[in-house]
């Protein structure tokens, strides 16, 4: 999503060079995935990325030879790495863990389509979703080779401010599989909106598609509209709970309109209030992680850009506690992630020593004391084993 990346464009700054991995770390040995490790990408959000492996045992980062896209995440299935280069590099790279993360396949999806996730069913197929396009992607994961293209033109918004008309895109997001079906998230921005920043007008869908047929089967409206980053399910209260952010309006367009939401898998509702609300965080809520039906962190904006990790409680609603707080005046906070161990991974990009900082959630406490170093500033994580 690139109105995301307007701020951080704004707030970061960037570097002009990327520098070359230390010596030692090239001989480090990066060969299969034992234990937890987490997979990080780090840009200098300019000319180039970077895709490195952390183990937290050793608080020691190793950088792959991966060619990277500035704008770029990921995604870890079925023993492999999957990059998704973003606009203006439009491509899938498929990396193997079992020979050191060296590349297999890049494969294009589509000059110009800015894709913004991949879903692997299998190590048959798999979906890309695409932002400026209306047909969602069926694919072979690891050659590219396109099935076919489900076409979700209707879904676009029906309504906008601006003098230029509907742009005609229906957003596709992120992507979450359970149990036989895919849930795809429609943000249905008004992208030519009077305000000159793509604004929620219209209400914004999850869309469950059954990947045995690859039919649409059912549209859910969200609650609040805007639907951003990575989606969670886990068991709470008595069924299973897909977790997902609503921020609404955010950045520049900032209200207090929206929070965390979740929705009953069994029945395909959301739940009656917002499990997080934004007037709680004090701030847009931009990414999250679930742990259990007491605890969940969230990644938090404020409208002065203030980043803040807070620990909530999802069964109640309530602030917990800030793990971190960065002023707008010192970098960026981007990216978590959450280990089977406990262990929470987040994208520490301040300007003058940015890196991982890892934190145990039993305790609250901070395990590294300065920043892992990754090369780049970081920006998303994903835990890649456990």
């Known amino acids: 999503m690139k109105f995301f990346f307007l701020i951080v464009f704004l707030f970061l700054g960037c570097r002009n060079d990327i520098q070359r991995p230390p010596l030692e770390s090239v001989f480090f040995p990066l060969s299969g995935v034992v234990g937890e490790k987490a997979g990080v990408i780090s840009s200098d959000f300019s000319s180039g990325g970077r895709f490195s492996i952390i183990d937290p045992g050793l608080f020691l980062s190793t950088p792959t030879f991966a060619n990277v896209h500035s704008d770029a ?127 929620p007008t219209s209400p914004s869908y999850l869309l469950k598609i059954n990947t045995s047929t ?28 897909l977790f997902v952010c609503l921020p609404a309006r955010l950045g520049f367009l900032s209200q207090m309109d929206g929070g965390i939401a979740a929705m009953n898998l069994l029945t395909d509702t959301f739940r009656p209030t917002l499990i997080y609300p934004e007037t709680t965080a004090g701030g847009d809520i931009l990414d999250m992680v679930i742990q259990n039906e007491n605890s969940g962190f969230a990644f938090v904006l404020d409208a002065y850009f203030n980043k803040m990790i807070q620990k909530f409680d999802p069964s109640t609603g309530n602030k917990l506690a800030t793990l971190a707080y960065y002023p707008s005046s010192y970098g960026n906070l981007s990216g978590v992630a959450l280990s089977n161990s406990g262990k929470l991974y987040t994208g520490d990009s301040n300007f003058s020593n940015p890196g991982v900082m890892i934190y145990d959630t039993n305790t609250l406490t901070r395990l590294t004391p300065q920043p892992i170093d990754v090369g780049l500033r970081p920006f998303e994580i994903e835990i890649i084993g456990n």
């Open 73 to 199: 995440v990921l995604r870890y299935a079925f023993g492999r790495v999957y990059i998704v280069n973003r606009l203006n590099r439009d491509s899938i790279l498929v990396l193997n863990p079992d020979l050191a993360f060296l590349p297999e396949k890049e494969y294009s999806v589509g000059q110009g389509s800015n894709p913004q996730d991949i879903a692997v069913l299998n190590s048959e197929k798999a979906y890309v979703s695409l932002y400026n396009s209306t047909g969602l992607l069926v694919i072979h994961p690891n050659s590219g080779a396109v099935l076919k293209t489900i076409d979700l033109s209707t879904y676009s918004e029906t309504f906008t401010t601006g003098s230029a008309g509907l742009d005609g895109k229906p957003e596709m997001h992120r992507m979450i599989l359970h149990e036989g079906y895919l849930y795809l998230q429609l943000q249905r921005l008004d992208r030519n909106d009077s305000s000159g920043y793509p604004a």
């Open 214 to 241: 690859d039919l649409v089967e059912k549209l859910i409206q969200t609650p609040y509209p805007n639907p951003i980053g990575k989606m969670r399910i886990i068991n709470f209260l008595g069924a299973p709970h």
